[in-house]
């Protein structure tokens, strides 16, 4: 077994009920990425979700009933690891349209990609504050992530990463390595663009 995952197999185990997603994480993918109406907009209502919401967190449960939504609307014919990928990405795209997503998005170029690299511990536990991102250089243009996630779904973060780091303007790949039930290994390379 792997020394991470069996680092997380004797950690306390948070309660996933007790995970909550903060609302920006919502609005991004949904109010400015996605922006659903009529029966996509029903569909999330009916998990939980509504656009029109003030609440500031969100059970983590509501948020995979909405993703699961969104992969049915947004991603019709694509593979469940594909359609999260994809959703990754149009996450990514849609917080750099909130207030906090814009100043990271004109610092994206200006940090490169190695510094936010590793920042992306720092950005991943601002959406879930139960994830637990390990970051290792493993030679140039490759790092590999180590991701510790009680409810783990390692190809939206991929999407996620890859879109950050296009934003640094280089031409990434992020490979999913391991899959485990706590968590994931990723391949981080990138190329100039």
Avoid at 109 to 131: H, Q
């Amino acid at each position: 077994m792997e020394s991470w995952i069996q680092e997380t197999a004797e950690a306390p185990r948070r309660s996933l009920l007790a995970v909550q997603v903060p609302r920006r994480n919502f609005e991004g993918l949904f109010q400015h990425a996605l922006r659903p109406s009529g029966s996509f907009a029903q569909a999330l209502r009916d998990v939980g979700y509504d656009l029109e919401s003030a609440e500031e967190y969100f059970p983590l449960e509501v948020w995979r009933a909405a993703l699961a939504v969104a992969r049915r609307h947004a991603c019709p014919g694509l593979a469940g690891e594909e359609a999260n990928r994809v959703l990754g990405t149009h996450y990514v795209e849609g917080f750099a349209q909130t207030l906090v997503g814009r100043i990271f998005a004109t610092a994206a170029p200006l940090l490169g990609v190695e510094r936010c690299l590793a920042r992306l511990p720092t950005y991943l536990r601002a959406g879930r504050e139960d994830m637990k991102l390990v970051l290792q250089a493993v030679r140039a243009r490759e790092w590999r992530a180590t991701v510790v996630d009680a409810d783990p779904l390692p190809d939206f973060v991929a999407g996620v990463v890859e879109q950050v780091l296009r934003r640094t303007r280089v031409l990434p790949r992020v490979d999913v390595l391991e899959r485990a039930p706590q968590g994931y290994s990723l391949r981080i390379r990138w190329n100039d663009a």
